[in-house]
């Protein structure tokens, strides 16, 4: 039974093209998270919201949007993808803190 | 200096060896920590969770704190090729915080 599930698991796409990343805990953990893994593997905290209501929201360009529309979701929708968007990423829920397994997104 | 400070290796064992892994940091505010293992084109998986300073066995894995020196380790015995993987730490800085804070990750290999 998955903990934390991601979909889709890859995402080619057009820069320009908006496309959204869907992820769901049924850890019955209040916090969630997304976080972004670059080239050199660094795990980079994006987003996390408590109870559905966000807590961090780092320097993320305001293209990216998440969304939690109950404590066992939390959506990420990307408007106007950049190549630099292109990288692994990761929602997980806590505590502790589980991590889902990835969406690649390549913007061509 | 960066708040958690990891060796990203890449560190080579044969098989059988006693493997240490790493990480300091510099916060005192840090007062939960974690390993996880990533294969590569996974996710990072939860391997320890510790609060306390003191040592954690699960397995063939312990997990080491020392909140004084601010230096927690990790140490893989009897390390098998399945334990190849890229082992991060992350610390986060206590009830009511919510942002993991993570080492680069070190690779390791274990060489049957």
């Known amino acids: 039974d998955t903990a934390v599930s991601q979909t889709p698991k890859y995402l080619v796409t057009q820069m320009g093209n908006d496309k959204s990343i869907k992820c769901e805990q049924n850890l019955g953990h209040d916090t969630m998270y997304w976080y972004k893994q670059d080239s050199k593997k660094f795990l980079k905290i994006m987003f996390s919201y408590n109870n559905k209501e966000l807590i961090i929201n780092e320097t993320v360009p305001n293209r990216f949007s998440p969304k939690s529309p109950d404590k066992a979701h939390l959506n990420l929708h990307i408007n106007s993808l950049e190549l630099g968007d292109s990288a692994v990423y990761f929602c997980a829920s806590s505590p502790p803190p589980y991590f889902g397994p990835g969406t690649r997104l390549l913007v061509l | 200096q960066k708040e958690v400070e990891q060796d990203p290796g890449p560190l080579s064992v044969p098989e059988g060896a006693i493997v240490s892994l790493n990480c300091t940091y510099s916060?005192?505010?840090?007062?939960?920590f974690m390993w996880y293992r990533q294969y590569s084109r996974k996710g990072p998986e939860l391997l320890m969770y510790t609060y306390s300073s003191g040592n954690k066995e699960d397995g063939r894995f312990t997990a080491q704190v020392d909140k004084s020196s601010k230096y927690i380790s990790l140490f893989i015995r009897d390390s098998q090729p399945s334990d190849s993987a890229t082992y991060l730490c992350?610390?986060?800085?206590?009830?009511?915080?919510?942002?993991?804070?993570f080492g680069k990750g070190t690779k390791l290999s274990v060489i049957p």
């Open positions: 916060n005192s505010a840090f007062q939960y």
């Open positions: 992350a610390m986060i800085k206590g009830a009511g915080s919510y942002q993991l804070t």
